[in-house]
């Protein structure tokens, strides 16, 4: 939050060190880090932070994002600190702030559910797009690996309110919406 070091954090690793001989100075984004080859080297940025930046996001804006984990930030001007530790405060590529909430389980909980049915992409799509809004009632929790957020490292996914008659189609729903779901939660989380 204020472009430096935290030496009571570093004392924790050790409190004898002098950690100003130890850690590189803090660069600011526009700064830079020296050169290489005729080309000046940036201080670097995070994959979620290039894409604010590469997507040009404003104070408000925020992102979904699906990969094998599920992200959602925002940029902001001043420093986030959640005390529950479900939104990760970061600096952006710009000097402003991204808070950010991050799941594991994101496309990975639709990738295996894909597997159990023994369809490919396009037929899991063609499943899921054929579900009922609500998946008839079968609902997914797709805590898969544990989750990060809400912080449950020993959880695992819960399928619920199966019945004698549910479909291929509901399952496919099923995941998606849970993951859908998460990814709402966390968008929550942002807002708080």
């Not at 290489?36 to 804006?61: E, I």
């Not at 396009?122 to 009922?132: K, M």
Request: with cysteine.
């Amino acid at each position: 939050a204020e472009g430096s070091y935290r030496p009571d954090v570093l004392a924790i690793i050790d409190k004898d060190r002098d950690w100003s001989t130890v850690v590189p100075r803090v660069l600011g984004p526009r700064e830079a880090a020296g050169e290489w080859r005729g080309a000046v080297v940036g201080p670097g940025t995070g994959d979620n932070m290039a894409t604010a930046l590469g997507l040009g996001l404003r104070p408000g804006d925020a992102v979904v994002s699906f990969g094998t984990s599920m992200t959602a930030f925002a940029v902001s001007e001043s420093a986030v600190a959640d005390p529950t530790g479900a939104v990760a405060g970061f600096a952006d590529a710009t000097g402003r702030f991204l808070p950010l909430v991050c799941t594991l389980n994101g496309s990975k909980v639709v990738e295996a559910v894909r597997r159990l049915l023994g369809v490919d992409h396009a037929a899991f799509d063609e499943l899921a797009l054929a579900g009922p809004s609500g998946a008839g009632g079968l609902v997914l929790l797709p805590y898969f690996d544990g989750e990060r957020t809400p912080n449950l490292p020993d959880a695992t996914g819960t399928l619920a309110g199966l019945r004698t008659d549910v479909t291929r189609e509901q399952l496919a729903r099923a995941a998606v919406e849970g993951v859908v779901c998460s990814a709402l939660d966390a968008l929550d989380a942002l807002r708080r």
